[in-house]
């Protein structure tokens, strides 16, 4: 099936969970031509650190081709849902910082919401840079809710990753507020902070213009204080599920060491780790986003084994 599919009708919805008194923001896509309900695998999609979950992951870029990632999935027959955590998006604003292990209780939330729309209890995880660390650690907290998990950009220990080093630099900052100001010229500086070139010139206003309308333009910074020096959130020992680790050869975010320690440890034989060329942190929204939409596919809907479960 093609990663873009014209014929899909794809249907949105929006939903809500609590986590106490936070109200959070659900989003969901499916083609209501392609598969049957109830059937369709689910994908959960979990943000990253400084962008709300539409502008992660069903953004619009003017003249410039498919950029949602959920549109994406939709049209291949997942049932696809995101969220905005505590802080992010139209969920609540809250004094809290919005840590990592916030986003695991926060996902722990959203689930029964999707369990009750879909008639499914496990779901197929993505989650990039923070955002992977928020689905590995719900992973590890939650294990038989979770069919496979991806993580991409995902910074397990990262003690040499070049960009969590020049962060650290300015962890007081991080530390002084719980939030931090998001604009056009902070996405042009996300964009372009690994290596010019591998996103659109386009890109930094698109978002942009999506974070005001889908959050108004701040993000929690505790997702920035967990990766400076609270790191690792993420057990690979007790990870049974399929799990895709996706690097783009640019990102500095991690390291190909720090990947691959990672992926030793990794008791399942159902694994994969995939080093990308051309692809920076923000792969989701790269000019060769494509690749990355083919390699999550493959992974995601790999046929099941057929036998006894022979070692």
Request: charged share 25%; proline share 5%; with cysteine.
């Amino acid at each position: 099936m093609s990663a873009e599919n014209v014929d899909a009708d794809i249907v949105a919805e929006e939903h809500w969970a609590k986590k106490g008194d936070v109200d959070l923001f659900m989003y969901r896509k499916y083609a209501s031509n392609i598969g049957k309900d109830g059937e369709r695998p689910v994908l959960v999609l979990v943000h990253g650190s400084s962008q709300a979950a539409r502008t992660s992951y069903d953004l619009t870029v003017p003249n410039a081709g498919e950029y949602s990632l959920m549109n994406v999935f939709a049209s291949r027959g997942f049932d696809v849902w995101t969220m905005d955590h505590e802080g992010y998006g139209r969920s609540s604003r809250t004094a809290g910082f919005s840590y990592i292990l916030d986003g695991v209780e926060d996902l722990r939330a959203a689930v029964p919401i999707v369990e009750k729309a879909t008639g499914q209890t496990k779901f197929a995880f993505f989650g990039t840079s923070s955002g992977a660390l928020r689905a590995g650690a719900f992973c590890n907290a939650e294990p038989d809710r979770v069919e496979r998990l991806g993580l991409s950009a995902f910074p397990w220990i990262a003690k040499d990753a070049p960009s969590l080093i020049k962060r650290r630099e300015r962890l007081a900052e991080w530390q002084a507020s719980n939030s931090r100001e998001v604009g056009e010229e902070y996405f042009r500086n996300m964009f372009t902070r690994d290596v010019v070139g591998l996103t659109a010139p386009d890109l930094p206003a698109a978002a942009a213009a999506a974070e005001m309308a889908n959050g108004g333009g701040s993000v929690p910074n505790g997702t920035y204080v967990d990766m400076c020096i609270n790191l690792p959130f993420v057990d690979p020992t007790k990870i049974t599920c399929p799990v895709l680790i996706i690097r783009g050869d640019h990102d500095g975010i991690t390291t190909d060491e720090d990947n691959a320690a990672f992926y030793a440890k990794l008791p399942t034989k159902d694994k994969q780790m995939i080093i990308l060329s051309g692809q920076a942190h923000n792969m989701t929204v790269g000019i060769n986003r494509r690749r990355f939409w083919h390699i999550l596919a493959s992974f995601l809907e790999m046929p099941d084994r057929v036998d006894d479960g022979v070692v």
